[in-house]
């Protein structure tokens, strides 16, 4: 999976490889270069990006977001909610056929 590239001016200021680092990239760049989260928010190439990964429930939740605030707060509340492995569960269903 190709990373997330966060781009200001044309210079690479910040890498994102999942969610997590995602979370974390944008923590930093809220604070150092806040334009360019929002411009990557704005845009959409954060979400698009989300569902080139198959995270689309946190694409469907940050799409419209434009303020990195909010974004990064919605992602962490995102991450907190804790999920069901569905490879676990595909497995489970066919040990029992």
């Known amino acids: 999976m190709e990373p997330f590239y966060f ?32 411009y990557h928010l704005r845009e959409g190439h954060i979400v698009a990006w989300l569902n080139y990964l198959g995270e689309r429930g946190l694409a469907e939740i940050l799409k419209g977001v434009a303020s990195p605030r909010e974004a990064l707060s919605r992602i962490v509340e995102f991450r907190a909610i804790p999920r069901r492995d569905n490879r676990s569960r595909r497995r489970a269903k066919k040990t029992n056929i």
Do not use: F, N, Q
């Open 7 to 38: 781009k200001s001016y044309d210079r690479v200021v910040g890498i994102a490889r999942d969610v997590s680092e995602l979370e974390k990239e944008m923590s930093r760049l809220t604070r150092e270069d806040p334009a360019c989260v929002e």
